[in-house]
Nanobody, 123 residues
């Protein structure tokens, strides 16, 4: 079965950093575009970052650009999200996601979701 398991969430103060990991199993890692989405209470799930299936290009939501960085390690079937300069508005459950398209920017396109990891940024 396909599993995406996130880890690395936690509590951090404003300006701090966290590194999220997503370990995938049951899929051929290189056949998917990968991304991160997040959902805060009362809000829709929103796009955060993606890395393309071919070439490994990256793209970010405007409100995290310059602070977050997505990367992947094919040998480890793992996607990472490095989050720096965290703000209280970054508080959300962060979800790893996979899709067979070249890029992944829309939640509706996601084929597989992780269960999420909670990131809380205190002021």
């Amino acid at each position: 079965q396909v599993q995406l398991v996130e880890s690395g969430g936690g509590l951090v103060t404003t300006g701090g950093s966290l590194r999220l990991s997503c370990v995938a199993s049951g899929v051929t890692f290189t056949r998917y575009a990968w991304g991160w989405f997040r959902q805060a209470p009362g809000k829709e799930r929103e796009f955060v970052a993606t890395i393309t299936r071919v070439g490994g290009g990256t793209n970010y939501a405007d409100n995290v650009k310059g602070r977050f960085s997505i990367s992947r390690d094919t040998a480890k079937n793992t996607v990472y999200l490095q989050m720096n300069s965290l703000k209280p508005e970054d508080t959300a459950v962060y979800y790893c996601a996979a899709d067979r398209g070249l890029v992944l920017r829309r939640a509706d396109d996601v084929e597989y979701w992780g269960k999420g990891t909670l990131v809380t940024v205190s002021s």
